[in-house]
């Protein structure tokens, strides 16, 4: 079964993290355990579904497309920029 992917991310491209679940971020801790997280997509709100994890200083987070039995669709690195502010971006991971 194909499907198509929600929508294209550059990888490396750096965006930031708006909502954790229906919340402002406060830590990588919430962001890696949360069912879902928003980010601004230049000006498009992109809702990311799936699991996360701590790894050195940053959530690397599986997006999975729960609309077709959790396939996996992309991994995500979020960290904290020195501002405060929450940053992800598309990262390959093998």
Same mark, same amino acid.
């Given at each position: 079964?194909?499907?198509?992917?929600?929508?294209?991310?550059?990888?490396?491209?750096?965006?930031?993290?708006?909502?954790?679940?229906?919340?402002?971020?406060?830590?990588? @801790?919430?962001? /890696?355990?949360?069912?879902?997280?928003? %980010? &601004?997509?230049? #000006?498009?709100?992109? $809702? =990311?579904?799936?699991?996360?994890?701590?790894? @050195?200083?940053? /959530?690397?987070?599986?997006?999975?497309? %729960? &609309?077709?039995? #959790?396939?996996?669709? $992309? =991994?995500?690195?979020?960290?904290?920029?020195? @501002?405060?502010?929450?940053?992800?971006?598309?990262?390959?991971?093998?």
């Amino acid at each position: 079964m194909s499907f198509a992917t929600p929508a294209p991310v550059v990888s490396g491209k750096s965006y930031p993290v708006l909502l954790v679940g229906d919340r402002s971020p406060s830590s990588l @801790d919430e962001i /890696a355990a949360a069912d879902d997280f928003t %980010v &601004d997509m230049e #000006g498009t709100s992109y $809702r =990311v579904q799936g699991c996360g994890r701590l790894v @050195d200083n940053e /959530a690397r987070y599986h997006e999975k497309d %729960v &609309d077709n039995n #959790g396939k996996d669709i $992309r =991994v995500w690195r979020v960290i904290r920029h020195d @501002d405060g502010t929450f940053l992800a971006s598309h990262a390959a991971s093998f």
